[in-house]
Structure formats: structure tokens, C-alpha cells
């Protein structure tokens, strides 16, 4: 939205960066999405931390839904590397607008194959890179690791959202969007 209203003004480009929040769940299908909740955050704060998170996902858009299961979300972050190296931020932002869909609404485990393939076709992605992607494990491996250790390192990153405005302004967790109006400003004053 902050920056929606400065488009005239300023030219961005979103890097979607890759984090794992559990690189031990298991491949494919995962684990019961409540159940890990509830070992992280205990029974009692996930009957209030749930409630709150709908409501400011409905706020914006978001129709959070939280059944489904969890798996281990290298191979997304893969695709994520490989549709910006293939297309740019547009099948970037498709590709991840994709996965946010699946995981975040309509419960589907971004560790399963199939959810990936999915996505892909959704996003846009070709085919022939889909299938390679999900036949060679091999493939953006090495890049999304290599980015995922450095970006963490170089700015702490212990979750998400993160987000670092033009290269020297961090911003860590969820914000309003008046955060980004004062940076804007900031970045547009300094011009």
C-alpha cells in the first residue's frame, strides 16, 4: 500500500529472499500444521494467537486457515529462485502469491510435490522447467542455500517477515504501512 502510493516516485523491485523457518520437518506431505503449532507456541497461546491472526489476515485480503500439515519448504524456495532467474519479479511475485494461496488458505503442505507442480502451472512457470525442478533436487539448490545463509547473516534474519528497504533499512515483522511511509520519505528526501 506505502509503497503502491509512491509508484510515480520510486522504482522498486521486490526480492523474494528464501528462510526456513524448520529445515528438520520432513519432505512431502510433513507434519500436522496444529499439532507443531501447539509443540512451538503451547495450546493456550495458539487458541489466542489464531483468532487475532484471522482477523488482521481478513483485514487485508487473507482468509487464514490453519488445518492442513507442514512439510520441509526447500523445493519452494527453489522455485521461487528459479522463476526470478527465468522471469524476473513478475513470475517471482506469481510464484509466491501462488504458494502463500495454497499454504496460508487453502491448507496444502508446500513440502508435497504435487502442491509445487501445482503452483507452478498457477504462477506460470513452464512446464518443462516445473518437471525439471521437481526431477533434479540438485537445481537452484546450491543458490537458494548460499542466499539464505547470507542474507540471515548479513541482517540477523531469525524470521519472517523481513524486509530491507533499499539495501540499508531493515524492517522485521509484520508492520503498518505508515513504518513504510516514513522510510519512503526518508529514501525520497535523500535523493
Known sequence: MALAR?????????????FQLNDA?????????????KQKFGADRIRSMIPHMKQVGEEVG???SYGGFIGNTLDSHRFIW?????????LQDKMVDAFFGAYFEQEQSLGDPEVLQACAEVAG????VTMELLNDESIAKA????????????????????????????LSGAQPPEVFDGIFEEILDNC
Open 6 to 18: 509512491r509508484s510515480d516516485k520510486l522504482d522498486a523491485d521486490v526480492y523474494w529472499r528464501p
Open 25 to 37: 520437518l520432513p519432505k512431502g506431505k510433513g507434519v500436522d500444521k496444529m499439532e507443531l503449532y
Open 62 to 64: 487473507i482468509q487464514f
Open 82 to 90: 528459479k522463476a526470478r532467474e527465468i522471469g524476473g519479479t513478475q
Open 125 to 128: 512457470m513452464p512446464k518443462e
Open 143 to 170: 543458490e537458494v542455500e548460499k542466499e539464505r545463509k547470507e542474507f540471515g547473516r548479513k541482517w540477523n534474519c531469525r524470521g519472517v517477515p523481513l524486509f530491507v528497504i533499499d539495501g540499508k533499512y531493515p
